[in-house]
């Protein structure tokens, strides 16, 4: 991920933009690829070109790939961009976001928004002029549900916000299908709802971890709201839904064995580790003993092996 190279200050203290011979252009450009967040977009491509091979039943046209992934790239960082204009005052006070480009002052807050707004216009237009105009619709409606939605309506106010809010994050997959079919299916409803399922449980245990900056700056994610055992408890439900359903690809035809091997077999070890953190969370373990943080890591793998299977099963069929 890129990081913009600034001086060590404790958090919430912003820094003040200088001249522009202050700023290095190069620490410039990073701070505006930082914007657009890229390890986030790592996640959704990995949810988009999977979905491409699974709709053409093979290798889709790889010129569409690539379209379609510069798309996706630019669409979310767009939102992100826009993302942290809207946040850039809690963003001051967390440690976590301490070194985003407002905070240190490397980008402005007008140069973020014309930078987010004009990725927002490139990206649909990108989208429907060398892909399709349904992907161009579901790529502008996932930017603005983020942006207004989560970031504006829900963040703030409510502990469900990235229970709804992560519905933007599940919007890759139908865009991928799109790009192929210029159609919907239940296929990809099927694998929007196991990212609509997977967030929660990907999410709270990062929040569990870093629950005092949140309180810091008055945002209700759950673990702010709750104990760690009503928010363990969550995870566990939303993690047996999220598997059951991944499962739903195979009886409807969709995938064969392979995609179904991989389905079961890290879903039972995402299950297991998401019934270690409840029973760590029942023992009254805090801290470190707690081990949120290993849910979250394999949450990131689990979903990446989820994809690959569903890139692969198409040739094993």
Not at 7 to 27: C, D
Not at 187 to 201: E, G, N, Q, R, S
Not at 211 to 220: E, I, T
Not at 262 to 272: E, K, S
Request: glycine share 8%; hydrophobic share 55%.
């Amino acid at each position: 991920m890129c990081v913009t190279a600034v001086e060590s200050r404790p958090a919430g203290v912003a820094l003040t933009p200088g001249p522009e011979g202050h700023r290095p252009f190069g620490a410039r450009v990073k701070a505006f690829v930082a914007l657009t967040k890229p390890r986030i977009i790592e996640l959704l491509l990995i949810t988009t070109v999977p979905v491409m091979f699974l709709a053409a039943q093979g290798v889709p046209d790889l010129w569409l790939v690539l379209t379609t992934t510069v798309g996706g790239y630019l669409s979310a960082g767009g939102a992100n961009a826009l993302n942290m204009y809207i946040d850039r005052d809690i963003d001051a006070l967390m440690d976590r976001t301490s070194q985003r480009p407002l905070v240190t002052g490397m980008v402005s807050p007008r140069e973020c928004l014309a930078f987010g707004i004009a990725l927002a216009v490139i990206s649909t237009v990108w989208f429907g002029l060398l892909v399709n105009w349904l992907s161009a619709a579901l790529s502008l409606g996932a930017l603005l549900f983020y942006v207004v939605v989560y970031t504006m309506l829900l963040k703030r106010r409510t502990s469900q916000n990235i229970v709804w809010g992560g519905i933007a994050g599940c919007m890759p997959v139908l865009i991928g299908w799109s790009a192929v079919t210029n159609s919907m299916s239940w296929a990809a409803v099927i694998l929007f709802a196991v990212i609509f399922f997977w967030t929660p449980p990907h999410y709270w245990p990062l929040s569990m971890k870093v629950k005092d900056d949140y309180a810091r700056v008055g945002v209700p994610m759950l673990p702010v709201v709750a104990s760690n055992r009503v928010v363990a408890r969550q995870i566990v439900l939303y993690s047996w839904v999220m598997v059951v359903v991944s499962l739903l690809l195979t009886p409807l035809g969709y995938t064969g064995w392979f995609y179904t091997v991989v389905a079961l077999l890290t879903g039972g070890f995402w299950l297991w580790e998401a019934h270690g953190l409840q029973n760590r969370a029942k023992a009254g373990m805090a801290g470190a003993k707690l081990k949120e943080m290993r849910l979250f890591h394999w949450s990131i793998t689990y979903v990446s092996l989820l994809f690959v299977a569903v890139a692969v099963d198409p040739f094993l069929r």
